[in-house]
């Protein structure tokens, strides 16, 4: 009797934690009843630059940033419409005013208070020319920006400026804690309203992040978050098999069918914003030469480049791409196709092969491929070109000071607007900054400008098209790619949604 008694007392025992285990939403549950921690890693290959959305513009600091802050307006990635976020309502009495209403009641995690202070704070910093933020350009056609009440806040603008709430649900557009900010570096402990807040950066390892939970529409249900530097992509692919990862993006071509074949993994795709192209320094001989830059357009089989990457890139010649607003497709036959022989004749006639060259290419798998496949196409029409390599944030401040010949680029379109992909990364303002190329072109900065002073969509729909047009004519960059967005996540992370940007938030992911 006492041995059947202890036997339902086992089962009854079991079974009341086979329910407890279920019970919490935010404790999370598998199959096998087992708790799953609500904890997640996902793996970069690259380490952050930093943690300041005023101090950064690469998309390695975003995946962090985007978890720690939050903007006035967020693109829906559904619709890609803009919507209001830390906004609660604007408008527009003139066309050169915009007057944007606050939500209340908001904090940052260090206990200040959102208001139209710190927007004021945060815009004022963003533009001050000291500052040098590598946006800038984002906020470049405001003139002023006034606190008319504790929630409201009015932004003037010298000129209408069309892309505003674009520019404004950019990540570097993020509002920053002014008390944060003048009392820490913000470049290496981050203050915002998000879902998460910061713990630590270990430079070259990792950053954790755990949930804020005073955030203002709930807490996430993930308690922590790690940001893991990994910098071999087989190696955080076979973490992701062993659950050391549970979460990748922007998985290379050819570890992609080993990626699908994984059977804990999900993988997701679709057609995105990202563009990649080879692009010239264009205050250097030869790379300045017309003659030069399209020869080097004709030499890159680009055909044979996507067909290499397995369904992950869209081919075309337009820098604005299918995704963007501006892009036409008529734009695609402004540029340069692949001739081989037409390479060599103006490579012979200019004698562009009897200098050496280097390809500066960022370390990463995506970008050594591009300067690797180039290398060889280009070397085939006669040019003599070597690749030197360098990690990623040293990369960017190199090609940003101007010190190389040719070189690989991105640009994700977070705004997934074209002109806040042309003015940035091809304006002469912006020479020094973002505009690597150093590319200047009255006629192109004329249309850009045109493109972001109207409010009239359709104007800007044709200025856009035709800077874009000029852009490809005068292969300043060479497309090599339109960006297939791509994302590989255990099983158990559910809620996961990655926009055509390539932007995720976890706010909504738990482990299940």
């Not at 934690?17 to 609500?38: M, T």
């Not at 009392?183 to 950053?207: A, C, I, N, R, Y």
């Not at 290379?252 to 993994?265: I, T």
């Amino acid at each position: 009797m006492k041995k059947w008694l202890a036997v339902l007392l086992t089962a009854m025992l079991a079974l009341a934690a086979g329910c407890s285990s279920n019970a919490g939403g935010s404790s999370g549950g598998n199959a096998s009843g087992e708790d799953v921690p609500q904890e997640l890693t996902y793996a970069s290959t690259s380490d952050i630059v930093g943690l300041s959305p005023i101090g950064t513009n690469d998309s390695v600091s975003s995946r962090v940033i985007e978890q720690v802050y939050e903007t006035l307006f967020v693109r829906n990635p559904e619709t890609m419409e803009v919507e209001p976020k830390l906004a609660e309502s604007y408008e527009t009495p003139d066309e050169n005013t915009w007057v944007i209403k606050l939500k209340e009641d908001i904090q940052f995690t260090d206990g200040t208070p959102l208001n139209a202070e710190a927007v004021k704070y945060t815009f004022d910093k963003f533009r001050d020319p000291e500052t040098a933020a590598p946006r800038a350009s984002l906020l470049e056609p405001i003139s002023e920006v006034n606190v008319v009440d504790e929630f409201t806040v009015e932004i003037k603008t010298e000129k209408p400026y069309g892309a505003m709430l674009a520019a404004l649900s950019h990540t570097n557009a993020s509002i920053v804690s002014p008390e944060a900010d003048q009392s820490q570096d913000l470049m290496k402990e981050p203050v915002g309203t998000g879902p998460f807040k910061f713990v630590s950066w270990t430079q070259g390892d990792q950053v954790v992040l755990e949930k804020n939970a005073d955030y203002w529409q709930g807490e996430p249900s993930l308690e922590k978050v790690t940001f893991k530097v990994v910098p071999e992509v087989n190696t955080a692919i076979s973490m992701l098999q062993t659950g050391d990862v549970q979460f990748i993006d922007g998985i290379p071509s050819d570890q992609l069918k080993r990626v699908e074949s994984l059977n804990n993994v999900e993988v997701t795709k679709n057609e995105g914003t990202p563009m990649y192209y080879m692009g010239f320094n264009m205050e250097k001989e030869p790379m300045k030469d017309l003659e030069f830059r399209q020869a080097a357009a004709y030499a890159l089989d680009r055909e044979a480049y996507v067909n290499k990457l397995n369904g992950l890139g869209v081919e075309g010649n337009s820098v604005i791409g299918p995704k963007v607003f501006g892009f036409d497709e008529s734009a695609n036959e402004a540029g340069y196709s692949h001739d081989l022989e037409k390479a060599k004749e103006l490579v012979e006639a200019n004698g562009y092969g009897e200098e050496q060259l280097t390809i500066l290419a960022a370390n990463t798998e995506a970008y050594m491929m591009m300067a690797e496949i180039a290398q060889s196409q280009l070397t085939e029409a006669g040019f003599n070109v070597e690749i030197e390599t360098m990690e990623w944030g040293t990369f960017l401040d190199t090609t940003k000071e101007g010190n190389f010949d040719i070189t690989f680029m991105g640009w994700s379109n977070s705004t997934a607007d074209g002109s806040e992909l042309l003015y940035p990364n091809f304006h002469s303002d912006n020479v020094g900054s973002s505009n690597r190329m150093r590319y200047s072109n009255p006629e192109f900065d004329k249309l850009v400008d045109e493109s972001r002073q109207s409010v009239d969509q359709e104007v800007r729909q044709q200025k856009l098209d035709e800077a874009n047009k000029l852009l490809v004519e005068d292969a300043t960059a060479v497309i090599m790619h339109h960006g297939v967005v791509t994302a590989a996540y255990d099983k158990s992370v559910k809620g996961l949604e990655v926009d055509p940007t390539g932007q995720w938030s976890l706010y909504n992911v738990s482990r299940e």
